[in-house]
């Protein structure tokens, strides 16, 4: 036996990297889907009221999601965003990554994933939370 103490609230900075991680995976879904040639549906859960009887249920709709990335010529540029915010990479005024084909988008995208995770870009999306959060003050 042992003394433990669970822990209720997580630390900001490890919610904000699995946010982040979770969006990339949204972007790794899309990017396949658009290469297959097929549509990426990803679906949550929504409570709805019914106005009649008060009654709370649970329905499924799904997510629009809006692509991090557009073509220029024969290259893609992608942009991170943490909420609508573009983080700024290099933590000055870079905030484009140059990819060459849709492939090796996929792999820049599992590799900025790791990265996230590593917490390499935890600056960058600090200075993105701060100004999100400075929206909802007003």
Known sequence: MVNAVRQVKMDSTQFRRQKMAKKIDEQVKLAIALRDGQTCVIKR???VTDKATGLVSQ????????QWWWTEGN??????????RVLLLNGKDKNTIEIGSGDELIKVLELVKTSVNNGELDAA????????RERFKK
């Open 45 to 47: 859960l929504r409570n």
């Open 59 to 66: 329905m499924e709709v799904s997510k629009r999601i809006n």
């Open 75 to 84: 290259r893609i540029l992608l942009q991170l965003k943490y909420g609508t």
């Open 125 to 132: 999306i600090e200075a993105a939370s701060v100004k999100v």
